[in-house]
């Protein structure tokens, strides 16, 4: 006998409500398109709002010599130049009129004395560029868009709602399968379109900043559906987490504290980030030779600290630094933002981090230093899109935000996630109702649908015996110890061979009871299968990269290799595995290939100023 289902008819389905779906479902609202938005958690409460320190935007409020370019080149000399040049020039050249959207919406910014959205520095910007609000910007950006989403007649809120299967025909996407979670109740989505809106899998790891909804679930169910995966390889592991107490360890320590005069030092009082600095990097926020001599000397009136390095540079510098055996009591770093700013600018400007520590580990930041150290936050990969509509290998199916691939190269800049929500929401959301419009719907077969509610339901046999919350467990102590900050060829061959075995228990994870009213148990379930298939390609395409680069290092191959820089190994699945091909970005324009790689800022600037006046779009 069939298992019931209600079928509903849209013409663009959501799948996330963060700040990259919220704003995909306004892009294809304003096209004119029905949108229906599901999402696992409440609106309102998506991941979006852990990004606190602010979006990137080159708006030129902090500093005048702020443009598209410098922003265009700093985001490639973050990602290791391995970034998708297209989305870095549209994500530069997009990003400040999509926080003036933003301002237009509602959002509140804080202010420079002129009456400008305030601008702060963050690691790997040449200038202040976060447009922010306090440290508290993601929360501010997903009220701004849920208030303008709910506001409009043709989008529909599924909250607490779950996607399981995608499904196709002919190469194209026809809708998805979901359930209800405070039910359990089956829901059939028949749509033209689908966007993928989902955010990354950092529960993966055993330490992470990620919130709980954060299992994968839109790449794995991409994946099934055809689209292919890369740059899995690339996960970023943000250096500031906290690390005491246990019960808290990995929370998000925002960038803000450094971009807001915050130090590293270790167990010994040195601010030893001068000692992580790489030569390629002396003169990256410099004017003069004289400067960065004294940048290098700790002379903090040099215009840049070392503390706003890169992200994938500090990360390394603590774990350096605990492994010498330098690291603070609890295996971390020391960051003092009270030997910068007075008690009453911090609790102005960074009032959740105050709030956090004060609560969580009873520690006064106004007076006291914070105990940090890497924790995983984001992945640079995932699904591979067309950089120019969002649109990824199967037809009709779109990306954005955190789910697609391409914008951040090997490793992300700090604020460029919630501008690349906004800038690449918008394509994906617009291009997904425009093709919405111009096609028919493709009915969904009974016998598919019936398939995928039979899947859905499998871990309510009784002869499964395997606990989902022990398996989720040992995968993330798994992904720590084959696939985290360092990696080699050996540990990551016998990870995947610990991951095969897991995906085999996966078939057999049991939910308790036979109930499915918010059933978390049986959520589990289906959230370790999404969770094992996403760390077997990201640990397949991390044992493909022989090299070092950004977020990914290999201590076996420890340089990084220029000859492959702009290659992609480009995962699809295969039946119960999946196959890779290497493949390469288009050149990049002469023009653009030369600001992407100066070296000084004075060259920088320069090299701007020329292609202005060229008239370089």
Known sequence: ??????????????????????????????????????????????????????????LSNADSRDNWMVHFRDTMQGGKQHNNWLMAKIHAQQSADRIRELERYGAVFDRTKEGKINQRPFGGHTFPRLAHVGDRTGLELIRTLQDEVIHRDNIDIFMETTATKFFTKDGRVTGALAYERQTGDFLVFQVKSLVVASGGLGKTFRITSNSWEYTGDGHALAWDAGAEMIDMEFIQFHPTGMVWPPSVKGTLVTEGVRGEGGILTNSEGERFMFNYIPDNFKLDYADTEEEAARWLDGDDNARRPPELLTRDIVARAITAEVLAGRGSPHGGAFLNIAIARDASYIKKKLPSMYHQFKVLADVDITTDPMEVGPTTHYLMGGIRVDGETEETSVKGMYACGEAASGLHGANRLGG???????????????????????????????????????????????????????????????????????????????????????????????AIGKDRKFNTSWHQCLDIKNMIEVSIIATASALQRRESRGGHTREDY???????????????????????KEERYPPIPEDLKKLALTKTRVELLEMADELAKKGVE
């Open 558 to 580: 420890p340089e990084t290799n220029y000859d492959l820089t702009d290659l992609l190994y480009v995962f699809k699945k295969s039946g119960d595995s999946y196959e890779v």
């Open 1 to 58: 006998m069939s298992e019931e289902y209600k079928k509903l008819e849209y013409d663009v389905l959501i799948v996330g409500a963060g700040g990259s779906g919220l704003r995909a479902a306004i892009g294809a609202a304003e096209k004119g398109a029905k949108v229906a938005v599901i999402t696992k958690s409440l609106l309102g409460k998506a991941h979006t709002v852990m990004a606190e320190g602010g979006a990137a935007a080159a």
């Open 416 to 510: 460029n996630s919630l501008s690349d929500l906004v800038v690449f929401g918008q394509i994906a959301g617009e291009h997904a109702g425009e093709f919405a419009l111009k096609n028919e719907a493709v009915g969904i077969d009974e016998s598919s649908i019936n398939s995928a509610i039979t899947q859905a339901l499998q871990p309510f046999d009784e002869s499964n015996t395997e606990d989902p919350y022990a398996l989720h467990e040992e995968l993330r102590a798994a992904m720590e110890k084959y696939a985290g900050i360092k990696r080699t060829e050996e540990g990551l061959k016998e990870g995947l061979e610990v991951l095969m075995k897991f995906r085999e228990r996966a078939s057999k994870v049991k």
